[in-house]
Structure formats: structure tokens, C-alpha cells
């Protein structure tokens, strides 16, 4: 790919520091606004008395959940069938929900006037346990809808059951596990925030957002608000990490523009980290049972899965909206394995909603973890290598393209190379001799470190989505791209993606420039701006690439055709006789008789006389409906010490073979590795949303929510292998939820592996590994005073 | 962004300047010095104080002076300039190891050792370096100077005998140890400790225990009392530094929370004990 690892265009203002985000925009007279929040997890309002906050000088308006109950805004819908409260008006289901919205002249007197909302509350109990969600007994979270009598929401099953079984039943080893992959938080550098202004001379509602898909967030407002959608402009300006964060709608954005009406100022919020930590979209929450059966020699012939989805007081996943347990589809992850089923619920329980956050890949993360601590609770029950089982069960190149036994189609792969290279990167077999050495040292002496190898073999499935399988909030997953070019040659990229970090301004460009044979520093991208962007839905799923990216490739092309029409005319010969090299037609046969795009773009804005076909200029547009999802794979070997006496893990390899097809500029490709791959750390060791009995958020801040640093991430040893997807017009796939699909299983498995241990759950921080050692590991995601 | 409710500020030009200022305003003013506690505490509204007295500019007590027999830290030395001077690091190890594992560098640049005893956080890394080292707190106050012992100066989580118009001027760590350490379990570097011990010995003839002093981080007390008279003439042997350490984990108080469990704390408190114990005597060797 042309320009490869160029640096990053964008960086040059974000290492200035001259970024421009939702915080920073100032407007005149622009108002601040706070929100309350219930301090319980589950209680009946009684009653709300906003008189004090509203005779703070400063304030100019107090917004509640009755207000907006008159305007019919008390509630609103979400990505998955169900609606959420805006501002709770009968009671409150989850601590930090939204109560209240202050807006006053500075941020200070808003966050004061909370102060002087008196809010009655009478307590209910919890449903904390999603274990215990579905419990005769259980309180009810969702009294609110006519007829329910429980907090079950869905029941979704992928694969056949009765195959599965009679497969299971026949086998010679089953091997059964309960995993809890628990709630953890993207938790994005920058929080949420808006800035919503509207002008009531003109209709218009201008709002500046965190969004990962502005045009979603332009459909929402006009659907939920019922404002026109040509007077909604998006603004998403530079975004400060989102991970899925930002996909979504929140109350306070609903809020901050029934603010702006009611006040004809414009209204900025902006999330503080507690209130981003505990009410802002988690991630995960899936409690597992996953079943495999296989030969004696480790041949894997079913898997059959169970899972109990904690869903928090709305279902509020967001993800297409068939796919009520995102692409869990995928939980048979790289290996040819026949017989497959799986079966989840989703409950309801008094905490935050959300659930598909946090790089997930619509719960491929889930998936592939299921699959590959399976995989390793195989070898450990059977006395095998865990490589030597991946060896032997994963698929074979030839079976491509493969169906699964959910019947997805996996595009491409050569998953033995990918392992082989990982495999030697590492020096696996050495490894496996200093561990066997290390294990006797310490066993002789009681003191020291042992190590442990963990492998992971992800297939990612990305790139949502063929319109006719996938939709959001009723929007086809196809994406458009324009493309503009100026009579200099030099052009305008409009997508409808939104970069997050993930450097679109670069990459798109490089495509651009790859296509039109020009330098990527004369290709403008622009994104995140409804009015400068044709429609598509954002940047999520690792789809910027496999979708917009191909959009973006397509339209590239249409211009060159557009280009070797007029080149036909300036040269007088017919299309067909031109050949195209890089940024330029010659005319076949003829040296050094041809034109360049920039003269051809010159041309086609001229007064030159323009055949059949050619308007004028070369701009063009188009809309990318993938063929199919992209599957991305990757072999990754991690390798730790722990300290059997105080439980304590350092990492101290990782390597990560990653397949993402043809890369477009690699240094960022392994930047986004990278970035996965401390996520992995982090979810593995650390990361965990842990409530108390009574529901409490015990994880409201970055003391108490940990992120792993610089200090826990060993230096990252990165292999590749290139396969091409066979559908993607460059044979992309998509890279950027890999390595925190992969990874954290990798990490997993080494600590067990060192520990000897079959099975404990993430986080594997200090005290569960110690505990695991022990024998007794813990439940993680019970809190202190119930669980422990 | 969080923003902390109103307050007022005046920069105290002296000890006894800032003295006069609690006094003036009341029990509500809090002194701030590098306020890498204090600030988020008011940011996140756990604070509310009506007044900031700021020291910084008191360079008065930002010493670090080596006098016989005692080193003598200002309460403005910062964590950096604790790790950064060599002979602190020389003399007594274990405030190099404890400052090494305090939050992160940039906390280290600006927080105080000062601010961090006051704080007295239970979870607090110094607290235990401190009292393991019988170092004495000087505080002052509009009647003078008073001494009190580190082992006597918390009352209490976030409590201490600091009254509400005294300041603390200095620690004074008497020179007694020939070994010390600080050894920590946490779950990510930054992280408040799981659990964490210190340990200073002086050894005389034939490897007796002369004299030991063993502090405990995040176990409900920051002393271990009981283990340092198992161990006190006793000779420094493995199997007596690993009843030392029983005996420390069967005293302390820990309780459960996202860091662990009563049992795990338990056990480190024990397993730190031993091996900081060990590394000690090393040292001292």
C-alpha cells in the first residue's frame, strides 16, 4: 500500500496540543448544566422539590422527569427494542441514573444547585445478583411495563440443539466450565459530552457531540424529538477515545437540547469521570457455561453454550438490531468444529445499561474468550499442550471459505501459519523447558516466581454489515463516501465513519491517494459532521476499514473512470486505449503521450469540450453495502511470572501474530494492536465494575477502576501474516478490536497455566490468583461484603 | 469535569503565619500543600473546607539535613526529593523502597511526606515506613513546638493529633537501623496497597535481633508491636523472621474490599512481614 507507515496527519495538532474537542467549544452565551443522579439502585421517587435550586442566582433552569413527561420525552428508545428512562419519574433503577438537569450561567453553580434538589426516596431492594435475576422472588426492575412479572428479557439460541446434544452424547471426554467474563468500562480518556444549541428563529438544532455515529444521532433526535431532520447538524469534532462509548444516545444529550429550547441558549455538559464510570455504557457481563466435547486425543467435535446476559435496568445494547446477543454466533472461534449450539438470556438487574462497549466486536470478545479458556480447560482435563490442541483443531486453509455451525461465512484464513509463526516468535518449546525448570526451583525452595504460556487463536468477524441482514435502530449498515476533486487535482473525502484516535485522516487519505495516484498530504478527509457527510452509521465494530474504507476505494475508482473519459477527450483517443499507471493515462503503445490526474482534473474543469457520460469535474459519490463481514485472525502467546506467595503476575512477554488482510498503513495497525493488547492486560488482571449488596457503584473512579499503565505492558512483540479478504476491494479486514478480542484469553490462560489452576475468573489481580492457588477463587463480581 | 464547591485561599508566607491564619478562620480551613489528596477529595465534594492556607512557599520546611544520630526531613520535602537524595537511600533503604511504590511520578513531584502523614490514609505507604523507623513528628502551634512519637501521631483513619491550628513542621528519624526495607503488593503499579509491611533491624553479635521496628500498610494498624517482641533478641534465623511474621499477620486488623479479601490481606501482611524482615537483615549484613 503507497505511503505505508507515513506518519499521521492528525498528530500534528494533537501533539501540539491543538485538538479540538466537545469541551472546547465555546459558544456565546452558551449555559452549563449538571446532572442529578440517584445515589440508590433501586427506589420509588416520592417526591421532587427543585424550588431552592431554582432560586440560586445563577440558575436558569432545573429540568425533571415530570417536565419532560409532559413534553412526552420522560422516556426514550434504545438500540435494542426497549426504552430508558430520560429523567426517572415513577422510580430509579440503577445508582447514577439521571433524576434531574440543572443548567445554570457556569458549571460551578450548576454542580452547586444539585445540592438544593430535594429529592424523597422510598428504597426497594436490588436485584444485584444477575444469578439470582430470574429468582421467583426477585424485586421487579421493569414494573413499569403492563403484564411483566420478572426481569427476563430475551432468549436467543444460535446452532442445532438436537445435533449438538446427540453429538455430546456420544462423545468419549466432555469437558464443562463456568466463566464469568464480568462488567468492565471502555472507560475513553475523554468522557461524554454536548454542546446543544438551538435557534429558535431558524428551527435549527446544531449539536457538537461525542459521537461515534453522527448520522445515528441525527436519526435519533429527529425521531425521538421530532425535529426535522434537515435542521439537525451533528457536529462530532475530535473525539478523545470512545471504544463504543460514544455509539449511543444518553439522557443528559436528550436533556441538554430540551434545555436549549427552553432556555434559546446553547447548553454544554460535559460527563465527569464518576458519572462516565458508573453510567455510561459498560461492557460485557456475560456469566457462561460452556461445554466441549472431544476425543481422547483432543479432536474437538462440540461446544454448547450457555450464557445468562446482565443486561442493567434498560436493554440498551447497541448493536444491529437482530442480534440481541451481538455476533456471539462466532463462540466456535477458529476450529472446525461441527456441532455447536448456544442459548442466552438477558435479565434485567438494577445497574447501569449498555453492554456492547469497549472494542467488543458486537461480544466477539465474549465469544472468543468462551472458546479459548474452553479450548484450555480441554487440554489441562485431557493432560495435553494447549498448542498442540489448537494445531490439531483449527481450521484448515483449504475449508475457506468456511461456514460455521451457526452459519456465518468466514471469508479467509491461514490460521496454522499464523500459530507456526507466533509458536516460533515466542520459542514455545524452550519456554516450556524453563517453566518445567522454574516449577522445580520453586518447589525445592518455596521461594521465587513461576511462569506460565498462554496462547489465544482469535477469528474476529467485522465490518457490519449486508443491509439485508443488518440494521441499526432500522438504518442499513451501508456507508457512503464523496469524493471531490479539485481543479488542482488536490481532493475532499467525505465519510460518514468518525474517527476516535483510529487515525481516518491518514488512512483514508492513503487510499485516496493509492487510487488516484496523488499524495495522500492533497487528500482533505472529512468526517463527523452530518452536513459535510453523506449518511452512513459511524465508526464501531472495527467497520471504519471494512466499510467505509471500501466505500471510500469505490468512489476513488469511479473518479478514475470519470478521469479516463475526459483524459480520452484531451488526448482525442478513444477510453479503451488508456492505460492507467499511478496518477496518470498514456495512451497504450505511445511513450510518453498521456496526462496526469492533475491535468486531467484542470481539464475536466475547463472549457474543454467533454464527451457522452462526463458533466464536468469528477467528483462522485457512493454507498458501500458489504458483501459479507470481514474475519480478521491472529495467533497470540503471552507469557508471566507469578509470585505463588502474594499472587502477584507480571507479564512479561506478548506476542501477537495478527492477520488483518492488506494494511494500509502499518504503524497504525500495530498502534491499534498495541492498544488491545493493554486492554487485554487490563480486563485479564484489573478491570472490573464490582456493586455491593445494596447495588452500589464500588468502581466510580480511576482509583478504584484500574487501567493498566506502562509499567504492566511488556514491550510488545508483533508478527504479521497478510490474507487478503477475498471481498474487500484491497483485501482489507479490519483491525481495530483484534488484540482486546484476542488477548485477554492469552493472558488468562498463562497465569492458570503457571499456577496450575483449571479455571479462576478475570480480574486476576493479586488476591483471586492467590485465592486460586489456594483452591477456593472467587466470585469477582460479587462484592466484597456478599461474596468474600 | 468534577468542580469542587467554593473556597477561599491566601498563600502563608510563614509557619507561624499560617498558624495565625487557622486560627483566624476556623476549623473549616485546611492547609494544602502539594494537594495531590486534598484537591480531589474537594473535587469530588468528600472535602469541603471554606479555606485554603497554601504553604508552598514555605521553603523553610523543605529540608533534608543528616545531623548524629537523626535525619531530619522538613514536612514540604517532596516524595521526588526523598528518592532523589542518595544518602537518604544509603541510610535508610525503606524510605526509598516505600517511595518508589507511592501513586506515580508526577504525584511524587508535587505531593509532600508532610501531606501524606496528615492525610493518614489507612492505606498510606509512609505511615508504616515511619513508625517501623520510631521516627518523631514535630508539630508547631501558636504555643511552640511539641514532639510526638509517629507510633502515637494517628488517632484514627484520616486522623491524626495534628490540632486544627497547628502545623507539621518535621519528621526527625532517629539512626538506629543498620537494614530496613519496604516491600508492597498492589494491584497495579499506582494502585493504593493490598497490603504492605516495612521493617528496619540493628543486629549485634552472633545475628541477634537488637533492635527491630516493623510497620504494616492497609491491615487496620500500621504497627506490629507483638512480632517486633517475638523477634527483639532474638537471632535473625529464616525459621524466626517467618514467626515474626505469623505473629504480625495474627495481630493485624484488615478488612475486606475490592483489594482483597480478609484472609488474602491477612496472609500478605504475614508473607510481607517475613520477606521484608529477610531483605532487611540482608541489608544490615
Not at chain 1, 71 to 78: H, N, V
Not at chain 1, 193 to 222: C, E, F, N, W
Not at chain 1, 768 to 778: E, F, I, K, L
Not at chain 2, 257 to 268: A, F, I, N, S, T
Request: proline share 6%.
Amino acid at each position: 500500500m503507497g505511503h505505508g507507515s507515513m506518519l499521521r496527519k492528525e498528530d500534528a495538532r494533537f501533539l501540539r496540543g491543538r485538538g479540538r474537542f466537545v469541551d472546547d467549544i465555546q459558544l456565546p452565551g452558551m449555559l452549563h448544566a449538571a446532572v442529578l443522579r440517584s445515589p440508590y439502585a433501586h427506589a420509588r421517587i416520592v417526591s421532587v422539590d427543585t424550588s431552592a435550586a431554582e432560586s440560586h442566582p445563577l440558575v436558569r433552569a432545573v429540568i425533571t422527569g415530570e417536565m419532560l413527561a409532559d413534553r412526552g420525552l420522560a422516556w426514550m428508545p434504545t438500540l435494542s427494542h426497549d426504552v430508558q428512562a430520560v429523567l426517572a419519574t415513577d422510580k430509579v433503577r440503577y445508582q447514577g441514573q439521571e433524576v434531574a438537569f440543572v443548567v445554570a450561567e457556569n458549571r460551578y453553580a450548576a454542580r452547586d444547585a444539585l445540592a438544593l434538589i430535594d429529592v424523597e426516596y422510598e428504597p426497594l431492594t436490588p436485584v444485584v445478583d444477575a444469578q439470582q435475576a430470574l429468582a421467583p422472588d426477585a424485586p421487579l426492575v421493569r414494573d413499569e411495563i403492563d403484564g411483566r412479572t420478572d426481569n427476563h428479557i430475551f432468549d436467543w439460541e444460535a446452532g442445532d440443539a438436537a445435533a449438538t446434544d446427540a453429538v455430546f452424547a456420544a462423545a468419549a471426554h466432555v469437558s464443562a466450565c463456568d466463566l464469568l467474563y464480568p462488567r468492565v468500562h471502555p472507560a475513553p480518556l475523554e468522557t461524554c459530552g454536548i454542546v446543544a444549541s438551538s435557534d429558535a428563529v431558524s428551527g435549527k438544532l446544531t449539536v457538537y457531540a461525542t459521537a461515534q455515529a453522527p448520522h445515528a444521532h441525527r436519526a435519533m433526535y429527529a425521531s425521538i424529538a421530532g425535529i426535522p431532520e434537515q435542521k439537525i447538524q451533528i457536529i462530532a469534532p475530535d473525539i478523545g477515545g470512545g471504544f463504543g462509548n460514544k455509539v449511543g444516545m444518553y439522557p443528559a444529550y436528550l436533556c441538554a437540547v430540551v434545555a436549549s429550547v427552553i432556555t434559546g441558549a446553547p447548553v454544554k455538559w460535559t460527563e465527569d469521570r464518576s458519572e462516565n464510570l458508573m453510567t455510561t455504557s459498560f461492557a460485557r457481563d456475560y456469566h457462561m457455561r460452556g461445554e466441549i466435547a472431544a476425543t481422547a486425543d483432543g479432536t474437538i467435535l462440540g461446544l454448547r453454550v450457555r450464557v445468562l446476559a446482565d443486561h442493567g435496568a434498560f436493554n440498551g445494547t447497541a448493536q444491529p438490531s437482530k442480534f440481541p446477543a451481538g455476533f456471539f454466533h462466532t463462540f466456535t472461534g477458529s476450529y472446525d468444529i461441527p456441532a455447536a449450539h448456544c442459548r442466552v438470556t438477558g435479565v434485567y438487574t438494577n445497574k447501569a445499561p449498555g453492554g456492547v462497549a469497549y472494542a467488543c466486536s458486537f461480544r466477539i470478545t465474549e465469544a472468543s474468550y468462551l472458546v479459548e479458556r474452553m479450548v484450555d480447560v480441554l487440554a489441562h482435563d485431557l493432560g495435553l499442550d494447549p498448542a498442540a490442541v489448537r494445531m490439531g483443531n483449527l481450521l484448515r486453509p483449504e475449508q475457506f471459505p468456511y461456514v460455521c455451525a451457526t452459519g456465518w461465512e468466514y471469508d479467509s484464513g491461514d490460521y496454522a501459519r499464523a500459530l507456526e509463526l507466533a509458536l516460533e516468535m515466542a520459542g514455545y518449546d524452550e519456554l516450556r523447558r524453563e517453566q518445567v525448570a522454574q516449577r522445580q526451583a520453586y518447589e525445592e525452595t518455596g521461594r521465587g516466581t513461576v511462569m506460565g504460556v498462554g496462547i489465544s487463536f482469535f477469528t474476529e468477524a467485522v465490518g457490519a454489515g449486508p443491509r439485508k441482514m443488518m440494521d441499526v435502530f432500522g438504518f442499513g449498515m451501508a456507508d457512503g463516501a464523496d469524493l471531490r476533486v479539485h481543479p488542482s487535482g488536490s481532493a475532499v473525502l467525505a465519510v460518514s465513519c468518525m474517527s476516535q484516535g483510529q487515525g481516518h485522516e491518514t488512512t483514508f487519505a492513503q487510499l485516496v491517494a493509492e487510487e488516484l495516484g496523488i499524495s495522500p498530504d492533497d487528500v482533505e478527509v472529512v468526517q463527523g459532521d452530518t452536513d459535510r457527510t453523506p449518511f452512513g452509521l459511524g465508526t464501531y465494530g472495527s467497520r471504519s476499514t471494512p466499510v467505509s474504507g471500501a466505500a471510500t476505494v469505490v468512489v476513488a475508482r469511479k473518479v478514475r473512470e470519470r478521469a479516463r473519459i475526459v483524459a480520452a477527450a484531451m488526448l482525442e483517443v478513444a477510453p479503451a486505449d488508456l492505460e492507467w499507471t499511478k496518477g496518470r493515462f498514456d495512451v497504450r503503445g505511445v511513450p510518453g503521450v498521456g496526462v496526469t490526474i492533475g491535468e486531467i482534473a484542470r481539464a475536466a474543469h475547463s472549457d474543454l469540450e467533454l464527451p457522452e457520460g462526463v458533466e464536468g469535474h469528477l467528483d462522485a459519490s457512493c454507498v458501500y453495502n458489504p458483501p459479507n463481514l470481514t474475519f480478521p485472525f491472529g495467533a497470540y502467546i503471552c507469557v508471566v511470572d507469578v509470585d505463588p506467595g502474594t499472587g502477584q503476575v507480571k507479564v512479561r512477554r506478548f506476542v501477537a501474530v495478527d492477520d488483518c488482510g492488506v494494511r494500509i498503513n502499518p504503524m497504525i495497525v500495530e498502534g491499534q494492536i498495541h492498544g488491545g493488547l493493554a486492554d487485554g492486560i487490563g480486563m485479564a488482571l484489573m478491570e472490573l465494575i464490582a456493586f455491593d449488596g445494596d447495588g452500589n457503584h464500588l468502581g466510580a473512579s480511576f482509583m478504584d477502576y484500574l487501567l493498566p499503565t506502562a509499567v504492566e505492558c511488556p514491550s510488545w512483540e508483533l508478527g504479521t501474516t497478510v490474507t487478503p479478504s477475498p471481498h474487500h476491494p484491497i483485501g482489507a479486514k479490519g483491525v481495530g478490536e483484534s488484540a482486546t478480542v484476542g488477548s485477554p484469553a492469552a493472558v488468562v490462560n498463562a497465569v492458570l497455566d503457571a499456577i496450575g489452576v483449571r479455571h479462576a475468573d478475570m480480574p486476576l489481580t493479586p488476591a483471586q490468583v492467590w485465592r486460586a492457588v489456594q483452591g477456593r477463587p472467587m466470585r469477582t463480581d460479587l462484592a466484597v461484603s456478599d461474596g468474600w | 469535569m468534577q468542580v469542587p464547591a467554593h473556597f477561599e485561599y491566601q498563600r502563608a508566607t510563614s509557619v507561624e503565619h499560617a498558624i495565625a491564619l487557622l486560627t483566624r478562620h476556623g476549623p473549616e480551613t485546611r492547609v494544602v500543600a502539594g494537594g495531590h489528596s486534598l484537591i480531589p477529595m474537594m473535587k469530588l465534594r468528600l472535602a469541603q473546607p471554606e479555606m485554603l492556607i497554601d504553604i508552598n512557599d514555605l521553603g523553610e520546611l523543605a529540608g533534608i539535613t543528616v545531623a548524629p544520630g537523626v535525619l531530619r526531613l522538613g514536612a514540604m520535602v517532596r516524595h521526588a526529593d526523598l528518592l532523589g537524595s542518595a544518602q537518604v537511600g544509603a541510610l535508610l533503604p525503606v524510605l526509598h523502597d516505600a517511595e518508589r511504590v507511592i501513586a506515580d511520578p508526577v504525584v511524587r513531584n508535587r505531593g509532600t511526606i508532610g501531606g501524606s502523614v496528615c492525610q493518614a490514609d489507612p492505606s498510606e505507604d509512609l505511615a508504616g515506613a515511619f513508625c517501623a523507623l520510631r521516627a518523631v513528628a514535630v508539630i508547631r502551634g501558636a504555643d511552640g513546638d511539641r514532639a510526638v512519637p509517629m507510633r502515637e501521631f494517628f488517632t484514627g483513619p484520616y486522623e491524626t493529633v495534628v490540632g486544627p491550628a497547628e502545623v507539621l513542621v518535621e519528621l526527625r528519624v532517629p539512626l538506629w537501623s543498620a537494614g530496613s526495607a519496604y516491600l508492597k503488593v498492589d494491584r497495579r503499579s499506582g494502585d493504593w496497597a493490598v497490603a504492605a509491611a516495612a521493617a528496619a533491624v540493628a543486629t549485634g553479635p552472633g545475628g541477634v535481633v537488637t533492635e527491630v521496628g516493623i510497620g504494616l500498610t492497609a491491615v487496620g494498624r500500621f504497627l506490629a508491636e507483638e512480632a517486633e517482641d517475638f523477634l527483639r533478641g532474638r537471632a535473625a534465623t529464616e525459621a524466626n523472621l517467618v514467626e515474626a511474621g505469623r505473629v504480625a499477620a495474627q495481630h493485624c486488623r484488615p478488612t475486606a474490599d475490592q483489594r482483597g479479601p480478609v484472609d488474602y490481606k491477612r496472609h500478605l501482611a504475614g508473607e510481607l512481614t517475613t520477606r521484608a524482615l529477610r531483605l532487611a537483615v540482608e541489608r544490615a549484613a
